[in-house]
T-cell receptor
Framework: ETGVTQTPRHLVMGMTNKKSLKCEQH?????MYWYKQSAKKPLELMFV???????ENNSVPSRFSPECPNSSHLFLHLHTLQPEDSALYLC?????????????FGSGTQLSVL | GESVGLHLPTLSVQEGDNSIINCAYS??????FIWYKQESGKGPQFIID?????DKRQGQRVTVLLNKTVKHLSLQIAATQPGDSAVYFC??????????FGSGTRLSIRP
């Protein structure tokens, strides 16, 4: 285990559903991230939080809404998703969001949008 | 934009042999490089890293080599074992841009 826990591990949802992904890190890190991993594509950075403040938003559609209530928890709220949003969503944390810090990943949530 | 690429998408290695996974990067300003291993059903796991002021770094059974002249990074795994089967990602980082991941190389082990 890396110290980053994601729930649920698998999620199937319809395009009209609302669901949330949860991430919790037990490493005392200050930065948390959401990444999207699609088949045969590099990891895509979605959001970066540092000390509960969003420091980066990589032009992600508004149907993805992050929330960081404290430095240990990160959520990704999903609403009216499209089938092309089906992917593995990975949460990660690092000591801080500066360069040169290694990322610690959770096991991901495998999302299928029907 | 900057990109990180891998020379081969798949690599098959005989158990017990050494594995070499290659990676090319294009941002000459990148100063930190990381290798991750992702097993099926799991998230990427940190293996080893190297900063641009070094050209070689060794861990347990793994060695990372950095050639800044040709912007090339490699991961060497000694005495490859079945548990080494996974997808391996390289990533580059710099103070001027966010971390960029490669597409990954799938390593399979022949018994």
């Amino acid at each position: 285990e890396t110290g980053v826990t994601q729930t649920p591990r698998h999620l199937v949802m319809g395009m009209t559903n609302k669901k949330s992904l949860k991430c919790e890190q037990h490493l005392g890190h200050n930065a948390m991230y959401w990444y999207k991993q699609s088949a045969k594509k590099p990891l895509e950075l979605m959001f970066v939080y540092s000390l509960e403040e969003r420091v980066e938003n990589n032009s992600v559609p508004s149907r993805f809404s992050p929330e960081c209530p404290n430095s240990s928890h990160l959520f990704l709220h999903l609403h009216t998703l499209q089938p092309e949003d089906s992917a593995l969503y990975l949460c990660a944390s690092s000591q801080d969001h500066r360069s040169g810090e290694k990322l610690f990943f959770g096991s991901g949530t495998q999302l299928s949008v029907l | 934009g900057e990109s990180v690429g891998l020379h081969l998408p798949t690599l098959s290695v005989q158990e017990g042999d050494n594995s070499i996974i290659n990676c090319a990067y294009s941002n000459s300003a990148s100063d930190y490089f990381i290798w991750y291993k992702q097993e099926s059903g799991k998230g990427p796991q940190f293996i080893i890293d190297i900063r641009s002021n070094m050209d070689k770094r060794q861990g347990q059974r793994v060695t990372v080599l950095l050639n800044k002249t040709v912007k090339h990074l490699s991961l060497q795994i000694a005495a490859t074992q079945p548990g080494d089967s996974a997808v391996y990602f390289c990533a580059e980082d710099s103070s001027a841009s966010k971390i960029i991941f490669g597409s990954g190389t799938r390593l399979s082990i022949r018994p």
